[in-house]
């Protein structure tokens, strides 16, 4: 059964994007089957992942309308290691027709039916907004990766996210979980970057991913190439940060399975 993430925040430019295509390729370097979908309309993670996002015959938005299957869709054994279900402007069209459907909130859910034994990591780029296009993801999700700047409107922003995640599993997902904070851009040398992380640490405790993410030249660069930074820079900063944050996803995960696994004792 594969573990589906939404990697979502409300605000943009928070590398949300950026840990979407590199913890995928990260993933897929530690051997697990990993498919990332792109649901931003920008189609950014699908250009990062090597794709032309104007030349696929179907994207996420023709498995969101019934027009392609998901299995149609997907992009296999794509240079990035992983594969790709792929996004762009054709979503913002996808957003509108969903309004008419009958159970829309429910289209992408259904459609990972067919795929999710498949993978051991179906990961979903979101939009930077709350819209229909989010709404499928984190119906169709079982946690939730946010990742954020340590910044002055960081917390605003991530309480009106959590009340979206509330509503959420309190009326069609309720067994949507965070699935962690991934504190991106970080810069240790900045007082108030420092000041933001302990307070997301005091309130939300193990929930914050112990890496951090960097601000790096390297991983800047790599969406310019087509390329996950681990591909385009396996030594840079960037890269070994992403592969730390993999390892942490995986042993969370390892660490889950075995509580549900060990029978209560009375």
């Known amino acids: 059964m594969s573990r ?17 295509v590199n913890l995928s390729a990260s993933l897929a370097a530690m051997k697990r089957r990993v498919l990332l979908i792109d649901m931003d309309p920008q189609g950014n993670a699908t250009m990062g992942s090597g794709i032309d996002k104007n030349n696929v015959e179907y994207s996420a938005c023709d498995v969101l309308l019934g027009d392609s299957s998901i299995q149609d869709a997907i992009f296999r054994d794509t240079d990035a290691g992983y594969d790709v279900l792929p996004g762009n402007a054709d979503l913002t069209a996808a957003e509108v027709g969903l309004m008419e459907m009958e159970g829309r909130e429910q289209q992408l859910r259904l459609a990972l039916e067919a795929v999710s034994e498949q993978y051991d990591y179906v990961l979903i780029d979101c939009p930077p907004s709350l819209n229909m296009l989010t709404i499928n993801a984190l119906v169709a999700s079982h ?124």
Do not use: W
Request: hydrophobic letters at 40%.
């Open 4 to 20: 589906i993430i939404a990697v979502t925040n409300q605000k943009g430019g928070v590398g949300k994007t950026t840990t979407s």
């Open 143 to 266: 946690g939730v990766l946010i990742p954020m700047q340590c910044e002055y409107y960081a917390l605003e922003g991530l309480t009106a996210l959590l009340d979206t995640i509330e509503q959420i599993r309190s009326s069609v997902n309720e067994a949507l979980v965070i699935e962690g904070l991934i504190r991106t851009m970080f810069d240790p040398r900045n007082n108030l970057a420092n000041q933001v992380s302990s307070q997301l640490i005091l309130h939300f405790g193990d929930k914050v991913y112990r890496t951090l993410i960097p601000r790096n030249v390297r991983l800047a660069e790599a969406p310019s190439h087509g390329l996950p930074i681990l591909h385009y820079d396996k030594t840079s900063r960037g890269a070994l940060s992403y592969l730390a944050l993999a390892g942490e996803v995986i042993r969370r995960e390892e660490q889950r399975d075995h509580v549900e696994s060990t029978p209560a004792t009375a």
